[in-house]
T-cell receptor, first 115, second 114 residues
Framework: AQSVAQPEDQVNVAEGNPLTVKCTYSVSGNPYLFWYVQYPNRGLQFLLKYITGDNLVKGSYGFEAEFNKSQTSFHLKKPSALVSDSALYFCAVRDMNTGFQKLVFGTGTRLLVSP | DAGVTQSPTHLIKTRGQQVTLRCSPKSGHDTVSWYQQALGQGPQFIFQYYEEEERQRGNFPDRFSGHQFPNYSSELNVNALLLGDSALYLC?????????????FGQGTRLTVV
C-alpha cells in the first residue's frame, strides 16, 4: 500500500531564509510524486511533480523538490521564503505500476513565514 | 480557461439527510476523482470516474456514490449523513494522459452535518 509521511506539523522560517518541507513515501512500485499547496478555505494548487528524469524538479513560485530514491524522500525547498508562501503544503504519491490514478496524501505541513 | 468548478461552496445538512455535490472538470479533462478532507487531515480518495464508470474506489462505505455524465461532469452523493461526514469535499480532474499529468483540484465544497 502507498503511504506518505510529513513528519513536521509546522515549519517556521523567517522571510528571505531558505525553507525545507520534508516528505517521505512508500510505494510497492515506482513513484509519481507531487507537491500541492492549500490556502485557507481553498482547494489544492499544484506546485510540482516528479515522474522520471532529473532528481531535482523545479516548479511554480520558485519552489523545487529533490527526489531521493535511496531515502524514499521528496523534500520541498525554496532558496528564499516569502511571507506569501505561508500556507498548508501536502506531499502526495501515486504508484505508477498499478495503473491507478489514486493520490495518497500526507497529513500536511503548515509553513509559517515571518516578516 | 475555466479550471475545476464545484458547487455549492458551502452546505449545511442535518444528520440522516442526503446530499449531492457537483463538479465540472477542467476543459479537456475526462477523468474526475473525489476526495474528502477532514479538518486537520490530508485529502482521502473516495473514488474516480472515467467514461461514466467508477474505476477505482477508496475505503468509503456504500453511502458514498457518484455519477459521471457524458460531458464529463460528475456528482458525489452521500446518503444517511453522519456527523463524521462533515468535511471539505474536493473534486480533481485529469486529462487523457492520466498517468503522467497532475490532477487539478477545485476549490471544494464545505459540508457541515448538524
Amino acid at each position: 500500500a502507498q503511504s506518505v509521511a510529513q513528519p513536521e506539523d509546522q515549519v517556521n522560517v523567517a522571510e528571505g531564509n531558505p525553507l525545507t518541507v520534508k516528505c517521505t513515501y512508500s510505494v510497492s512500485g515506482n513513484p509519481y510524486l507531487f507537491w500541492y499547496v492549500q490556502y485557507p478555505n481553498r482547494g489544492l494548487q499544484f506546485l510540482l511533480k516528479y515522474i522520471t528524469g532529473d532528481n531535482l524538479v523545479k516548479g511554480s513560485y520558485g519552489f523545487e523538490a529533490e527526489f531521493n530514491k535511496s531515502q524514499t524522500s521528496f523534500h520541498l525547498k525554496k532558496p528564499s521564503a516569502l511571507v506569501s508562501d505561508s500556507a498548508l503544503y501536502f506531499c502526495a504519491v501515486r504508484d505508477m505500476n498499478t495503473g491507478f490514478q489514486k493520490l495518497v496524501f500526507g497529513t500536511g505541513t503548515r509553513l509559517l513565514v515571518s516578516p | 480557461d475555466a479550471g475545476v468548478t464545484q458547487s455549492p461552496t458551502h452546505l449545511i445538512k442535518t444528520r440522516g439527510q442526503q446530499v449531492t455535490l457537483r463538479c465540472s472538470p477542467k476543459s479537456g479533462h475526462d477523468t474526475v476523482s473525489w476526495y474528502q478532507q477532514a479538518l486537520g487531515q490530508g485529502p482521502q480518495f473516495i473514488f474516480q470516474y472515467y467514461e461514466e464508470e467508477e474505476r477505482q474506489r477508496g475505503n468509503f462505505p456504500d453511502r458514498f456514490s457518484g455519477h459521471q455524465f457524458p460531458n464529463y461532469s460528475s456528482e458525489l452523493n452521500v446518503n444517511a449523513l453522519l456527523l463524521g461526514d462533515s468535511a471539505l469535499y474536493l473534486c480533481a480532474s485529469s486529462g487523457l494522459d492520466r498517468m503522467n499529468t497532475e490532477a487539478f483540484f477545485g476549490q471544494g465544497t464545505r459540508l457541515t452535518v448538524v
